[in-house]
């Protein structure tokens, strides 16, 4: 055991037990080929596809958060969308050579990689963050959200099986199976740890980065959407319902205020409600309001990844039991406006400007409401416009004329595919990147001297 000044006996025990078992099997994994290595991250894309439905049903009857069929959709991605773009990717010894400035990289394996896991994408974050250090040659230990523990061990055991049947060592994929605090926050600042990919609340991840292990977090999100007078009304209301009504708002890159050109805002109401978007009076947005934060500021965990019909039923209104979102009007942005923040589920402000600059303003006013560095996107068929947002918009993924949910972690775009998304130093992240494989890779350079 490391000294620690850590109360819990049992859990730096049961994480001293996980260290040292990940520890031996990484250094027999770093001698594996690139062959053999590939060998691994195939079978598990393949094994892990085959159970996507599984998986999602155990995720959505677990938490009760989104639902089975959009789950089944974010397996899928994870096990085969994120394996495609990594499966070509040299890891191993000599992975790439400059002939000109005589310089060759190696790749390097860091370790033991800490995984955090949230309840809201249970299974498909252990998937992609499993396939990641294994196709780095790294172990990877994850601190599961208690709420997701079944799926988040159901999953891990499926990998774990999957490649020790191929002849991994066992202990290269592990998970703590009674998930604390302490545990976790031990695990986070153990000497042997050498990066933390940390995917969850704000706390932890911030916690992730106090800890003194190298960390590559997630910031919150809070998309702005504008979408400017001379988008193509009717695709840009389809991609913003599809989205935000995917898997019930539960990816953090969803749509979560719409900011719409007063020259279009007719077209645009009249687009959504033939969508089913349901548009709360004063009154009934000040109830739904009410239940979207708690007394101390968080996200009420009641309303997170479900259906627009149970909110407005949770918050005493009534409204068609076909609705797909809700929307309340607004003209203000701040902590105290909850239509202004985070919603995981499908809540959408609505805010009218009059110019492009407003637009702007406005879109950039949400991100440092909360979001930023995150997502943001642009309905136009300006090319013009595209620029200047992209130049103005305080954040790392910049999307046009998509979904946001699918359109950041690189489903409808050619983003790297990838369930941690970084939010740069202004969201508080070590990276304004889509994570991926080679965020886990360390790379010794050798280069003559010229």
Known sequence: MVETMFKDVEAVEVVDE??????????????????????????????????????????????GFGNEKDKIIKNTFASEHVYNSIKDIPTVGEIKRDDINQIIEIGIPMGIVVGLIPSTNPTSTVIFKALLALKSRNAIIFSPHPKALKAIMMTVEMIEKAIVAEGAPAGLIQVIKKPTLEATQYLMQHDKAALILA???GAMVKAAYQSGTPAIGVGQGNAPTYIEKTANVKEAVA????????????????????????????????????????FLSAEEAQKVGAIIMLENGGMNPAIVGKPAVFVAKLSGIEVPEDTSVLIAKQTNIGKEYPFSREKLTPVLGFYTVETWEE??????ALLANEGAGHTAILHTQSDERVLDYGLQITASRVLINTLGALGAIGFTTKLAPSLTLGCGAIGGSSTTDNVSVLNLLNIK???YGV
């Open 18 to 63: 996980l260290i040292s078992t990940a520890q031996k099997a990484q250094q027999i994994y770093a001698g594996f080929s690139q062959k053999q290595v590939d060998h691994l991250v195939a079978v598990v894309s393949q094994k892990l596809g085959e159970q996507a439905e599984k998986l999602a049903i155990q995720a959505h009857e677990e938490t």
């Open 199 to 201: 995917t969850g609340g």
């Open 239 to 278: 991609a913003i319902i599809e989205s935000k009504t995917f898997d019930y708002g539960t990816i953090c890159a969803s749509e979560q205020s719409l900011v719409v050109d007063k020259e279009i805002c007719k077209d645009v109401i009249k687009a959504l409600e033939n969508k089913k978007a349901y």
């Open 359 to 364: 637009g702007m303003t406005t879109c950039n």
């Open 445 to 447: 350079r050798i280069a």
